[in-house]
């Protein structure tokens, strides 16, 4: 079974909508350039859906209160954040995620350094600036992943790549990151669409 995580949500009444729809992880922008950016006075989610906090080159000492104030599960960082900061990160007690931008073979060869104090990478579409750019990238390039970290697969996913998904296979994949794809105006997903997807993608990873 792949995890599923939802990624981007801003309104209330949104998120309960998409917290009936099967993801097991939800998360939150706190990047001021995203126009997704969260702006919420609390989040109200099941205990078994998991809290994650995406942020763009905050220090610890930034992240720390919005983690607490949110009860975040786990913190992804989506910028050029050291592995000393993911370390510290784990060390707080917070799960972490590094997103890596994805374009070639290449990319791939700045995982091993980070192996050791993140607990998931996230492999997104490199585009201008940073956060998400609509567009899958080449998922052969998978197949030159060097390290023992589980990832999630983000970047152009969206209702019409559930082919494509069945037929991926990878030891260290375990989930993907669903986002613009699912969407009817930045932040606000379609729930229809996503649990349509979420329990036919579930189905098809038994």
């Known amino acids: 079974m792949k995890l599923v995580k939802v990624c981007g949500m801003c309104e209330a009444g949104n998120i309960q909508e998409v917290a009936r729809c099967g993801a097991d992880w939800m998360g939150f922008i706190f990047y001021d350039k995203s126009p997704r950016r969260f702006r919420g ?15 763009v080159n905050n220090t ?24 000393e900061t993911c370390a510290q990160l784990q060390e707080e007690g917070y799960q972490t995620v590094k997103a890596i931008a994805v374009s070639s073979e290449a990319d791939m060869e700045q995982t091993p350094r ?67 794809g699912f969407e009817l105006r930045p932040g606000e997903k379609d729930a229809a ?12 990873r038994q």
Do not use: M
């Open 60 to 83: 610890v000492e930034e992240i720390r209160p919005i983690a607490r104030r949110f009860a975040l599960d786990l913190i992804q960082l989506h910028g050029t954040e050291s592995p």
């Open 41 to 55: 006075e609390a989040i109200n989610l099941p205990k078994e859906i998991k809290r994650v906090g995406v942020f």
């Open 114 to 180: 980070y192996e050791a104090s993140v607990d998931y990478f996230l492999f997104d579409t490199r585009c201008a600036g940073y956060g998400g750019s609509g567009q899958s990238f080449d998922w052969s390039i998978l197949q030159a992943y060097p390290s023992e970290v589980p990832f999630l697969l983000s970047g152009g996913l969206k209702p019409e790549s559930l082919e494509a998904l069945q037929a991926l296979r990878h030891p260290k994949w375990v989930g993907i990151d669903l986002n613009s």
């Open 193 to 204: 669409s996503l649990q349509h997807f979420i329990h036919a993608f579930k189905r098809q």
